[in-house]
């Protein structure tokens, strides 16, 4: 009640359980996606090794000028050296695995955090104490990885600087401020939870 005035707020259960199907099915079909990424690369990393090494020598042809771009990471290849010869990429190959399974191992324990989370949504207990540990590690993971895979990220391209000989490469590494504004918000949101599974208890005590 407000003013004399009956506050009546009502949710349209069926719609938002069909947003909660929806958005379940996503999650359970890009856990399974990234998964099967994941089997992909270390069957790849598996068989990797016995591949023969001549099979990855590399011919190059005349470049002037590369800029690539990863994150917040900038790599200036420019007006350094021309690329001539043949150079074995088989190792540049061999890390760019391991970089892609980095990143894939982190937006997998993402989706699964998330997806348990629905799950509970779904099952009436949206502030549970397991979803408020699966909210603080998921903020714990966004702020870890502002530094950890601009870091991981980051070795690829040095050595692929090593593997063409650029020796004054420029390469600018900074922190992905967009991970760490994500983790504060969920690390907030994972607070709300927390006081309102306090809030649930208090009413479960007194019904």
Not at 58 to 80: A, H, P, V
Not at 88 to 101: A, C, D, E, R, Y
Request: charged share 15%; aromatic share 14%.
């Amino acid at each position: 009640m407000k003013g004399g005035v009956i506050m009546n707020r009502s949710l349209n259960k069926k719609k938002f359980e069909s947003f909660i199907k929806v958005v379940y099915q996503f999650l359970r079909i890009g856990v399974i996606a990234l998964y099967v990424l994941l089997a992909l690369l270390v069957l790849t990393s598996v068989v990797f090794p016995f591949i023969p090494k001549e099979l990855f020598d590399f011919e190059l042809s005349n470049l002037d000028q590369i800029d690539i771009q990863s994150g917040t990471l900038l790599y200036e290849f420019r007006g350094i050296v021309t690329f001539v010869g043949i150079v074995n990429v088989k190792w540049l190959l061999n890390l760019l695995f391991i970089v892609l399974t980095v990143n894939l191992l982190f937006f997998q324990f993402i989706l699964i955090q998330l997806k348990t989370i629905i799950t509970d949504v779904s099952n009436k207990i949206p502030f549970s104490d397991k979803n408020v540990k699966r909210l603080k590690y998921m903020g714990i993971a966004y702020l870890i990885s502002s530094i950890v895979l601009p870091i991981v990220n980051g070795t690829l391209f040095v050595t692929l600087a090593k593997t063409f000989n650029i020796f004054d490469a420029t390469i600018n590494f900074s922190i992905d401020f967009q991970s760490v504004f994500i983790g504060i918000i969920i690390l907030i949101i994972a607070y709300v939870f927390e006081y309102g599974a306090a809030l649930q208890e208090d009413i479960d005590l007194t019904v």
